[in-house]
Structure formats: structure tokens, C-alpha cells
Nanobody, 124 residues
Framework: QVQLVESGGGLVQAGRSLRLSCAASGRTFSSNAMGWFRQAPGKEREFVAAISWSGSITWYADSVKDRFTISRDNAKNTVYLQMNSLKPEDTDVYYC?????????????????WGQGTQVTVSS
């Protein structure tokens, strides 16, 4: 059974940091680009960041650029999202996903495996 399991979410004050982890099991995703998305109730899922299979190329949404950093450890089959200088508007459920291998990295249509999500709440 293939699973992506996010962890590391929680409640933090604005300006603080959190690191999310996404651990894969059931198969290796070392040849897949991986992404992080977030979604608030009643809103569409929003692209946050993505990383190539090797980790050498990254993409970020403008809203998180220079504050968030995506990274991966293929030996551990794990992807990370370091979130610094958090803002109340970063409050969402965060999901990691494995890219299918075709299409851009911004659209969630091109991701085939998804985790269950982890809640991030930033208080002002």
C-alpha cells in the first residue's frame, strides 16, 4: 500500500517557524518530483512548492518565496517543507504529493499520490 504521511503541523505564533515532513512508504518516489499544496475550507487547493527528483530544482509560489524551503532526502524517502516567518494567512491544511511525471508542477492535476494533510495554524 502506497502512502504519503505528513507530519509537523501545529499551532504557532506569527513570525515563528515550522518544518513539515512527508514520509513515503510502499514504494520509492526518488524518481518523482514532489510537491506541497495547501487548502483552506471552501477554497481550491493551492500550490506551495515543488522539488525535482534530484532536489536540484525547486519552484515556489510567490506568496511563500523567500520564506519557505522545500527539500528532500531520497535515502529516507522523505520530503520537507521548512516554513519561516509564518503569517496568519499561511493557515491551511498542507498536503504533500508525488508528481506523475508529465505536465507542470503547479497544477494539482499532475500529481497522482497524496497524503492526508497536516493542519498548520498561525495565530496573530
Amino acid at each position: 500500500q502506497v502512502q504519503l504521511v505528513e507530519s509537523g503541523g501545529g499551532l504557532v505564533q506569527a513570525g515563528r517557524s515550522l518544518r513539515l515532513s512527508c514520509a513515503a512508504s510502499g514504494r520509492t518516489f526518488s524518481s518523482n518530483a514532489m510537491g506541497w499544496f495547501r487548502q483552506a475550507p471552501g477554497k481550491e487547493r493551492e500550490f506551495v512548492a515543488a522539488i525535482s527528483w534530484s532536489g536540484s530544482i525547486t519552484w515556489y509560489a510567490d506568496s511563500v518565496k523567500d520564506r519557505f524551503t522545500i527539500s528532500r532526502d531520497n535515502a529516507k524517502n522523505t520530503v520537507y517543507l521548512q516554513m519561516n516567518s509564518l503569517k496568519p494567512e499561511d493557515t491551511d491544511v498542507y498536503y504533500c504529493a508525488a508528481h506523475n511525471g508529465g505536465g507542470n508542477y503547479v497544477s494539482d492535476r499532475h500529481y497522482g499520490y497524496w497524503g492526508q494533510g497536516t493542519q498548520v495554524t498561525v495565530s496573530s
